[in-house]
């Protein structure tokens, strides 16, 4: 289901190398991952995380502090591949996965022959998500660009805390496919907020990636899970570490970190696509 970013034509796997029927070839890195940026083509100014960011967020979910967020997603693609009932292997892919926690754990929820894809322009935190999770393959892709899939592929696609492309969302799902959007809840990391000079939450947040991803798809339902959580000085630490914030606070106030009761909030929401526009 992977296509090659020069010609788009169907990658196939042979030995270590992915290869189309043009020749164009992209070798597995040791650690597992594929290197769809070919050598050439601008990346749109996505930074994608650091490999400081991507070990914060490693450590801060390998401590099980999202796994409220991480049971709910997983229950959701869950449910939409059993209602699909098809006859083939499901397929499901995030994009922007960074460390690969997400798509990592339906490797757990979903049937054992299921085809998961993770895709994050950060080599850094691909290396890190191919190691966690050898079943998942990942490529490195500018989704901005292009997201490296044939047409109508997958069943569920994941964008947790990710850029969205809305007409290549729309491209590589098929029609009765699940596009699944997790965006911060308007009181998440609230207790921080007050504390530390973080990037705040655009309030309008929610109406603006309805807008964003209009008219290509609609909201069918959404979920807002909320819980407040004990965290130590070191969680508080790899919180704030693995955001965007981490660039606009001095290196000091992450190793400050004291221990805090706080809000984590988020909101879920499935989208379908949206029918043609008729004339
Ligand atoms: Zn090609």
């Known amino acids: ?145 292009r997201l490296c899939l044939t047409d109508a592929s997958l069943d569920a696609l994941l964008d947790v805390f990710a850029p969205r492309n809305a007409a290549e969302f729309r491209r590589v799902l098929r029609p009765d496919g699940l596009l699944l959007v997790v965006i911060p809840g308007e009181r998440h990391m609230a207790e921080l907020r007050d504390r530390l000079p973080l990037l705040g939450i655009e309030p309008d947040k929610r109406e603006r990636t309805l807008e964003q991803l209009a008219p290509a798809f609609e909201a069918a339902w959404e979920e807002t899970p909320e819980w407040e959580a004990e965290l130590a000085g070191e969680d508080v630490a790899d919180l704030v570490g693995m955001t965007p914030s981490a660039h606009h606070l001095p290196g000091g106030d992450l190793a400050s970190g004291d221990p805090a009761r706080v809000t984590l909030s988020f909101r879920l929401i499935g989208f379908a696509a949206a029918p043609p526009l008729s004339d």
């Not at 401590?63 to 693609?77: E, S």
């Not at 757990?108 to 890190?128: E, I, K, Q």
């Open 1 to 145: 289901m992977l296509s090659c970013p020069v010609c788009r034509g169907p990658l196939v796997l042979q030995g270590r190398t992915f290869r189309c029927a043009s020749g164009h070839a992209f070798d597995r890195a040791r650690e597992g991952y594929v290197d769809l940026l070919p050598v050439g083509h601008g990346r749109s100014g996505i930074r994608g995380d650091t490999a400081a960011m991507s070990r914060a967020r490693r450590r801060f979910l390998g401590r099980g502090h999202y796994d409220p967020l991480v049971r709910r997603i997983a229950a959701r693609v869950r449910e939409h591949v059993d209602r699909a009932a098809q006859p083939r292997p499901p397929a499901v892919a995030e994009a922007g996965c960074g460390v690969g926690h997400y798509i990592g754990a339906l490797a757990n929820t979903l049937p054992d022959d299921a085809a998961l894809f993770g895709f994050d322009v950060s080599r850094d935190a691909l290396r890190l998500a191919a190691r966690l999770h050898p079943r998942v393959t990942f490529a490195v892709n500018d989704l901005k660009h």
